[in-house]
């Protein structure tokens, strides 16, 4: 969704293969994407190699590795470290909630969950906390209306 508001969006895969798949898979999706949704641009969609440089000025990091507790908590420690101080981390997880990666990352408030609907013209995503509330409303809505309309906030503890 985000390329869909003119954002350049990171891809950081530690496979080159499994980087530009998912790179090309976007970019080849992105047009009949924009068709459908009103008043969209067309952002770039880059595959980076280091995880310094995906996370580089960005201001939300979603996380989409398999449903590994250990291994999110790993791939949480190491992002909190390296991105931005105020930068929304959230997970794809479905099988965790925010709360397991929290303490690997200074301020869990910068945690939470994300689920996007498909099919992706239809917006909404659903945002989890763990409890503890941050800014996500306010910095999602501040990205465009896209966000502010298809927010669904959901606590869990």
């Known amino acids: 969704m985000l390329a869909t508001r003119g954002a350049e969006v990171r891809l950081y895969a530690r496979s080159a ?3 530009d798949a998912g790179v090309a898979f976007a970019k080849e999706q992105l047009p009949a994407v924009l068709a459908k949704l009103p008043g969209s641009k067309a952002g770039a ?3 980076v190699d280091d ?3 995906a996370l580089k000025d960005a201001w939300i990091v979603f996380e989409s590795v ?3 507790l250990g291994l999110k908590k790993d791939i949480f420690k190491q992002v909190a470290a390296l991105s931005d101080a105020d930068a929304i981390l959230a997970s794809n997880s479905s099988s965790y909630s925010s709360s397991a990666f929290a303490d ?3 301020n869990p ?4 969950n994300t689920h ?3 099919p992706p013209e239809i917006i909404p995503v659903e945002l989890m906390s763990c409890g503890v509330h941050h800014h996500w409303r306010e910095a999602l809505s501040a990205q ?3 966000w502010a309309t298809g927010i669904r906030m959901v606590t869990s503890s």
């Open 51 to 53: 995880v310094a440089t």
């Open 66 to 68: 398999p449903e590994d």
């Open 45 to 47: 969609i880059v595959g």
């Open 104 to 106: 690997g990352v200074k």
């Open 116 to 118: 996007f609907l498909m």
């Open 144 to 146: 465009g209306s896209i």
């Open 109 to 112: 408030a910068r945690l939470l």
């Open 17 to 19: 293969a499994t980087r």
